[in-house]
């Protein structure tokens, strides 16, 4: 049975991939809900509550992820360019913020329809798991549009800056008005919304669970979003629950071991393959990232420098990291980590849907997570300890002779205060081991971190520039079309 859902908005909601699907229902006020009349269609609406595209090409090159490799060096267009130097980008190609923004509010019209026929219907325990993992991937997809798409959370702060329109219903007229409401009060039902889901999700109601919000993987959400609130001990908490007692021995990637020994190919496989233990949320999303293979402004010469031992940009422990290193021609470089599937559309013409199947959270991010927090309580040792657990899996030949202690932390970052050490070990360690994975974005945003991108003008003279904090720029453009339903741009 094929569950058509036919929702659109001018927020940007489309479940069908063509233009040519979206555009067909303009004309009416679309109502297919009687066909979820059971729990196994239930199950088969929910599976596609996730952001259909990715976030990596405007994040990563937004972010102190990407450089300007030189005059005569890569490719240059709007997609990969443009949120280099800060600027919006028109229109919804692939890789877009406005095709992200599309994709949740997608995900999110799916959870709400779900939703919707659960309470409908008398489905009883059966669909629980199913309203579980609708309501916690509505608040994932909405907890991730207000970090692209909105100011940043402050701890402590009034917050009253605008958020995002939270839709928890489905739509039933083509064009239909929403508030943005405030971060404070996106936050607020992102939480709600998260707390009742957590507590339905199951591990066992799915053939193939990495591909759904399980306990796991929901706990995984929840300390990310708690860490975004400042609520340390919940993050602990949170973090201590992907796990049998908290324990992430043997569950994060083993980048200097098992990774390291695969071929190229299997290597790039293994990084999003749904039998590894790291992975704990795997989406199916619609992109052509891999195939951004050298454009100008990305993962440089200078960037290869942080996997290398000693010097300036190496790691605490001196050594290497022992991450793939592949390169398209110096100086244009890639982790490899995504493997792109296709869905030929038509067999003669091969045509059809590039996509990758993309980690929305893993264990590593978790256990980092839970570093965090417990440096921000002052658990300085226990902060230590999780943060050496992912060096002693990526730095190569590591002895335990190379952990982290205080005192290295202090010399190698030159500061007398440990927390503000640690932190910076952790936020470094996070960048490397994300690398092409729209993580350091996050990390900029919630730590008020400046970003710093190198220019090369005509004549080969480089300059730094800077996006300062407080920059109206490092929020993400709201679609054009959402102004039809009364959703206000950022400033500029």
């Excluded at 202690?405 to 996070?430: H, M, R, S």
């Amino acid at each position: 049975m094929k569950i058509k859902i036919s929702i659109y908005s001018v927020l940007g909601m489309c479940l069908l991939l063509s233009t040519q699907g979206c555009n067909k229902y303009l004309d009416k006020e679309p109502d297919n809900r009687t066909e979820i009349n059971s729990v196994e269609k239930v199950a088969q609406l929910v599976a596609t509550a996730y952001p259909q595209y990715d976030y990596y090409t405007f994040t990563e090159a937004a972010s102190d992820n990407a450089e300007d490799k030189g005059n005569g060096v890569g490719t240059i267009d709007d997609v990969s360019t443009l949120p280099y130097f800060w600027k919006d980008v028109i229109g919804d190609d692939t890789g877009t913020s406005t095709n992200y923004w599309n994709g949740c509010y997608s995900g999110i019209a799916a959870a709400n329809q779900a939703l919707e026929a659960i309470e409908k219907n008398n489905f009883g325990a059966a669909a629980l798991p199913y309203k579980g993992e609708a309501l916690v991937a509505r608040a994932y997809a909405h907890f991730m549009l207000v970090t692209f798409f909105a100011k940043e959370y402050v701890i402590g702060g009034a917050n009253d800056s605008p958020g995002i329109p939270y839709v928890t219903a489905p739509e039933t007229k083509v064009i239909q008005q929403y508030d943005r409401g405030t971060v404070q009060s996106t936050y607020e039902k992102i939480e709600k919304d998260l707390t009742e889901g957590l507590a339905l999700l199951s591990a066992t109601a799915y053939k193939v669970p990495k591909y759904h919000f399980t306990p796991a993987a929901g706990h995984a959400f929840a300390s990310r979003f708690y860490l975004f609130k400042g609520e340390w001990q919940k993050v602990i908490d949170h973090a201590n629950a992907v796990t049998v007692g908290g324990d992430y021995t043997g569950i994060v990637r083993p980048i200097n071991t098992t990774l390291s020994a695969l071929s190229t190919a299997d290597y790039r496989a293994a990084f999003t393959r749904s039998d590894q233990k790291y992975n704990l949320l795997l989406a199916n999303q619609y992109s052509v990232y891999q195939r951004l293979t050298s454009p100008r402004y990305g993962y440089g010469a200078n960037l290869v420098k942080m996997f290398a031992a000693g010097g300036v940009y190496g790691n605490i422990t001196g050594k290497a990291y022992a991450n793939k290193i592949l390169s398209y021609g110096v100086p244009n470089y890639t982790t490899y980590k995504y493997y792109e599937y296709f869905f030929l559309t038509d067999q003669v013409a091969q045509i059809g849907y590039p996509y990758l199947m993309a980690p929305l959270l893993t264990t590593d991010e978790a256990l980092l997570n839970r570093a965090e927090a417990y440096a921000k309580l002052s658990q300085y040792e226990n902060a230590l300890k999780d943060a050496n657990l992912i060096l002693a899996n990526t730095v190569r030949s590591y002895t335990a002779s190379d952990a982290a202690t205080q005192t290295k932390v202090a010399t190698f970052y030159n500061t007398a205060d440990p927390k503000e050490g640690i932190i910076k070990l952790i936020l470094d360690i996070k960048k490397a081991q994300f690398l092409q994975e729209g993580m350091r974005w996050m990390d900029i945003v919630r730590n008020h971190l400046p970003v710093k991108h190198n220019l090369f003008d005509a004549s080969g003279v480089e300059t730094i520039v800077t996006l300062e904090a407080n920059d109206n720029r490092r929020v993400f453009q709201i679609p054009e079309q959402a102004k039809l339903s009364g959703v206000p741009l950022n400033p500029r």
